[in-house]
Structures are given as C-alpha cells and as structure tokens.
C-alpha cells in the first residue's frame, strides 16, 4: 500500500505546477450537468477512494453524507508521527505516472520530494542465512543469470497485454488466470536463491504467498511497471506523510466526515439506498461503496442486491506489516548500506523512513504475521550486522494490516480463477449501487492513483 518522478525539468514541472499536474477529478468535464447526477449520495468510507469522490461530487452539487467506521480519516493511508519525525504506516511512495496523486497534490500544497538521494547512492543489501552481500555482486552472479531468466519470462508475457487498463485482452488470459506465480516458478525451476528472490518479490509486491496469486494478476502489474522508466518507480513521497491528502480532501467537504459511525446494513430499493449505522439510518438516491472487499462481507444488504456483492465479498486481501525502529543515528551508512535490505530467509525487507534514523521493516504474505509477533531482540537480530553496530534500536509502533478489522489486508490480491471473472463487474455501476477504491481501478490498482483513479469513474458513472 505501495512512486513518482521524471527525466529532467519535466519531473519538477508536473510534481510542483499544476498546470501540468495531470487530471482533474474535481472539475467539470463537458458534457457535465448537475441535473443529471443523483441529488443524494452517501459514501461508505473515508479513504482516499471514497473523499475523492464525495469532493468530486459536492462540485457537481450533490449533497454527500460521507460515513466512516474508524475515528480518523485515510483508511490505508495512515502517518505515524512522533517528536517531529513521520513514517507512513501504509501507502507511501508515488510513481511518475501517479498523476492524479500529483494534481492532487499540488492543488493541496502538498509537496512531493524525492527520495533521500544520499540513501540512493549507498549500497543496497542482499542477505542470506545471516551472510550479508552488495545487491550488484548478486544480480552480477550465477543468481542474478537465474534472476534474468525468470524476469524476461514473465516481461515476454506482459509485452503481450494489448490494453494496460484491462488485463482479459491478453491473448493468454485464461491460460494465465487459471494458473499462479507459483505455478510458473514450478515450471521455469529457478535455483533455491534466485527463488527466493522471486517469492519475495511477490510476498512484498503481491502481499500474499506465489502459490496464491493470479498469474494473470502479477502479468498485469509487470506490464504496469515495464511501461514506465524506473527512475520513475517509487520516486517521491509526500511532505508530511501520506494522509496529508485525505485532511486535505475532507477540508473541501461542505459537513464533516462522520467518524466512528459503522455501517451496519445497506437497503436498495426502488426509491432509493439507506445506510444503516448504529446511530441511525442515511437515506440517499445513491451509495458509493468505498471500502476493501473484506468489509463488504461484514455488510447486510437488503432489498435489490446485485449479484457483484458476492463476488465482491470473496475478494482475498493481501497482507502486510510495518514495523518502525528508531535508532540513534543511521548507523548503516557509516558502512556504505543505503538500508534497504532484502533479508532471507524471512522475506522481510528494510528501507529509511523519512527521518533516516528510522527505520522500516516490512513484510508481506505469510512474513508479514511473522513479522507482526517477533519479538524484538529476534527482529534486531535478523537484520544485518552492519544495522547492528550501536545502541539497539527502539520500536515505535507496528502496523499490521491483517489483523485491522476496518480493512482486513493491505490491498486486493487476486487467486487463480479470479480475475477474468471479476475484473468488468467490480469497473461498473450496478443500479444505485457505486463502487470505488483501489480494488476497483483498471490501471492502478493497490496504489493510492488507484483509489483516486476509481473516484474519478464513480463520479462519471453519476453523471452519465
């Protein structure tokens, strides 16, 4: 829960002018009318997916009631913060092509920097069984020929998606949707090491286990990933933290989120929706449904119920944590290591948070629940000697997106069989029923664009 950048001049125009920050979201198209949207929304969740679209809304002039079951706002996206230092605990980093994270951004004055350059020229690490090894001398190895094999495999693949937007036009995708990463692994035998690696990558990209992952699903992200420069891959993060955006799009709502007000029940009905919280019931024309699919399977629902809400409720979220330590000084570097570091074979990984001097330490799939309990003399222990050359470090919080009752995972994660199923009903209206957030986006799915890329088709859904 998941970039930015660009070549030359033209990375700091779209980032910081807003002019040239991308889509609009919250301005009028042509074609636009505010007699032709529904007088009265109400909108199921407070994340970026669901504040996008209530701002969007309200401009077309719509009255939007926005309910919320946590007490805060951003749902995925949360900031941890402590004695002027921040760390994001879920959504982080921003793409190039994020540009609606980027017009959103800039219209909030929210700046977008880059990340630390000085981490940037330092040594990456890769460590197995306790050995500790630069990342280049790996991927220069027998390891990284191994690497290269199984990459340029799955990249052949990607390079036949026709449409990035929709991964059921690839020519393969019935063959590929019906299989798992794991399977592919079990076909192209990589080494042990280089295995590894992969099962890694899609524990901490897929945030779930190789043999529970679409193959069609991780082709679709590769080819996401492939058609972008990679100076422009995880490039900048937001001043402040990442949930600066969602107060600064709950600021232009005209009445306040309601917090801590779950949502028990939603009734369609020919005449309308009502949402049913336990401090009462919202009646509207419509309802915006801006939560993770494991929240939609808390829900009742009554009346006319499509039949995508039960496709929707077996969705499976992905798994991850965070844990943030602090240490006194970035002891690392005085070794040459950036911090980041991939470590087996627990499959945790390890980068700087804003604050250098802090520490995160991330997993996901099964590691991320391993991660999540270890104790932290055994955590501080697996990570390489170089991190643990002064005083330990002090934990400062965890985050494990599991265990949240509000989200249930991290972001969706497709299994064999799912997506070819799922992909146009989860992409459409479905009578006064809406769905937003980022299992819901074509292109972006699992990154904050997502969530606001779903917000910008609601809105043209309502105003069709």
């Known amino acids: 829960m998941s970039h930015a950048g660009g070549p030359g001049d033209d990375k700091d125009r779209h980032v910081d002018d807003p002019d040239h920050a991308g889509p609009d979201i919250f301005r009028f198209r042509q074609g636009d009318s505010e007699t032709a949207m529904k007088r009265r929304v109400v909108v199921v969740g407070a994340g970026l997916a669901g504040l996008a679209s209530a701002v969007a809304l309200e401009r077309h002039g719509v009255e939007v009631v926005v309910l919320e079951a946590r007490g805060r706002l951003g ?86 998606l026709p449409r990035l937007d929709d991964p ?40 779930v286990e190789p043999h529970q992952l679409s193959l069609l699903a991780w082709v679709h992200q590769v080819a996401m990933a492939e058609a972008k420069p990679a100076d422009q891959i995880e490039s900048h993060r937001l001043r402040g933290g990442a949930d600066v955006l969602a107060e600064a799009l709950s600021s232009r709502l005209s009445a306040p989120v309601r917090l801590a007000t779950t949502v028990l029940a939603v009734d369609l009905h020919a005449a309308g929706v009502r949402a049913t919280t336990e ?24 009346g006319q119920v499509p039949a995508v809400i039960e496709q929707l409720s077996k969705l499976p979220m992905g798994d991850i944590t965070k844990r943030l330590l602090a240490f006194d000084t970035p002891v690392w570097r005085a070794s040459g290591w950036s911090g980041h570091a991939l470590i087996e074979p627990s499959s945790f990984v ?10 995160i330490v991330y997993a996901g799939g099964s590691a991320a629940r391993r991660l999540a309990t270890m104790p932290l003399a055994e955590l501080v222990a697996a990570l390489p000697p170089a991190w643990r050359t002064g005083p330990p470090p002090r934990e400062v919080h965890t985050a494990h997106w599991g265990s949240v009752a509000e989200t249930g995972g991290a972001w969706n994660a497709p299994t064999p069989g799912q997506v070819l199923p799922t992909w146009h009903v989860l992409r459409r209206p479905h009578g006064r029923l809406h769905l937003a957030g980022e299992h819901t986006a074509a292109r972006f799915s699992g990154f904050m664009e997502g969530a606001l890329e779903s917000a910008e088709r609601v809105v043209s859904e309502l105003a069709g």
């Open 350 to 359: 390890t980068w700087e948070a804003p604050a250098p001097e802090v520490l």
């Open 279 to 302: 401090q009462g019931g919202v009646e509207a024309d419509a309802v915006v449904l801006a939560v993770p699919p494991t929240v939609v399977g808390q829900l009742r629902f009554e």
């Open 168 to 207: 059921t036009t690839h020519p393969e995708a019935r063959s590929l949707d019906a299989r798992s990463v794991g399977d592919l692994l079990d076909e192209l035998a990589p080494s042990a090491d280089a295995r590894s690696i992969v099962e890694q990558r899609v524990r901490s990209e897929g945030a």
């Open 75 to 160: 749902g995925r996206v949360h900031t941890w913060r402590e004695n002027g230092h921040h760390a994001d605990l879920g959504a982080e980093r921003v793409d190039g092509d994020h540009r609606r994270v980027h017009a959103l951004a800039a219209r909030s004055a929210v700046p977008l920097v880059p990340v630390d350059e000085e981490a940037a020229a330092l040594d990456d690490v890769l460590m197995f069984d306790g050995v500790t090894h630069r990342a280049a001398e790996i991927h220069e190895g027998p390891i990284g020929a191994e690497l290269d094999r199984v990459t340029s495999h799955v990249s052949a693949l990607a390079a036949q």
